[in-house]
Every structure is written in structure tokens, then in C-alpha cells.
């Protein structure tokens, strides 16, 4: 494979916007036909939350980059600041809070290429 069709460029991704931020994918089966990676960067709104859900087919990765983030997985929180990671495990339910007065951002990533989504309610 081209090196070339490895790239996803800039005006290529997917950007999701949600009351509580967006999620802009730069890597997935979609984009780059990984079955094996699913990347994106998210942006947290100041004082938002996205709500609780749960990937049931993949573990995921959080490393945050800017902001600080509770995230609480289940009836347990724990404050992310920049250059801290994440690991949720595989089904595990999750949300993240941003308390903060300026935007959060982090890096996602899942181990697979069709990352599923599963609100909890």
C-alpha cells in the first residue's frame, strides 16, 4: 500500500458536533481501512459533559492534551490533566466532565477500526 493512502488529510476527516463538543475521527476503518485502530481528537466544551456510555467492542484510550477532565468510570472519578492517560477497558461504563473555564482537549483511540458506541442509561 501507497504510503499516500495511509494519510487521512486534514480536509478528509470526520468532525461530530454534540452540545457538549465534538469528536474529529483521523483514523477508522472508514477513513484509512485500519481494522485494527480507530483515532480521534475531542474537544470538551467548558463546564460540559458527554453523556454516560460504553464501547462494547473495544478498549479505548484517553490522553488529555490540554484542560483537565474528571472522568468517571462507573461511581468512580479521577481528574485528567494534560499529559495524563486514560485506559477503559472493553464494555466499561463512562463520562467525562469538563469543570474547568476553557475547553478541554484529548486524544481517543480504540483498538479496533469500527469503534461502537452504547449510551447507558
Same mark, same amino acid.
Given at each position: 500500500?501507497?504510503?499516500?493512502?495511509?494519510?487521512?488529510?486534514?480536509?478528509?476527516?470526520?468532525?461530530?458536533?454534540?452540545?457538549?463538543?465534538?469528536?474529529?475521527?483521523?483514523?477508522? *476503518?472508514?477513513?484509512?481501512?485500519?481494522? !485494527? /485502530?480507530? &483515532?480521534?481528537?475531542? #474537544? %470538551?466544551?467548558?463546564?460540559?459533559?458527554?453523556?454516560?456510555? *460504553?464501547?462494547?467492542?473495544?478498549?479505548? !484510550? /484517553?490522553? &488529555?492534551?490540554?484542560? #483537565? %477532565?474528571?472522568?468517571?468510570?462507573?461511581?468512580?472519578?479521577?481528574?485528567?490533566?494534560?499529559?495524563?492517560?486514560?485506559?477503559?477497558?472493553?464494555?466499561?461504563?463512562?463520562?467525562?466532565?469538563?469543570?474547568?473555564?476553557?475547553?478541554?482537549?484529548?486524544?481517543?483511540?480504540?483498538?479496533?477500526?469500527?469503534?461502537?458506541?452504547?449510551?447507558?442509561?
Amino acid at each position: 500500500m501507497a504510503i499516500d493512502e495511509l494519510v487521512t488529510r486534514s480536509h478528509e476527516q470526520r468532525q461530530e458536533t454534540h452540545e457538549w463538543g465534538t469528536i474529529t475521527w483521523v483514523d477508522s *476503518a472508514a477513513l484509512t481501512a485500519s481494522d !485494527a /485502530l480507530t &483515532v480521534g481528537h475531542v #474537544t %470538551i466544551f467548558a463546564g460540559a459533559e458527554n453523556p454516560e456510555h *460504553a464501547h462494547p467492542n473495544c478498549d479505548e !484510550a /484517553l490522553l &488529555v492534551l490540554e484542560g #483537565t %477532565i474528571e472522568h468517571w468510570l462507573d461511581d468512580e472519578s479521577t481528574t485528567l490533566e494534560p499529559g495524563d492517560c486514560l485506559h477503559i477497558p472493553r464494555g466499561q461504563a463512562h463520562r467525562a466532565v469538563n469543570q474547568g473555564n476553557e475547553d478541554a482537549k484529548a486524544v481517543i483511540a480504540y483498538d479496533t477500526g469500527t469503534r461502537e458506541f452504547e449510551p447507558v442509561e
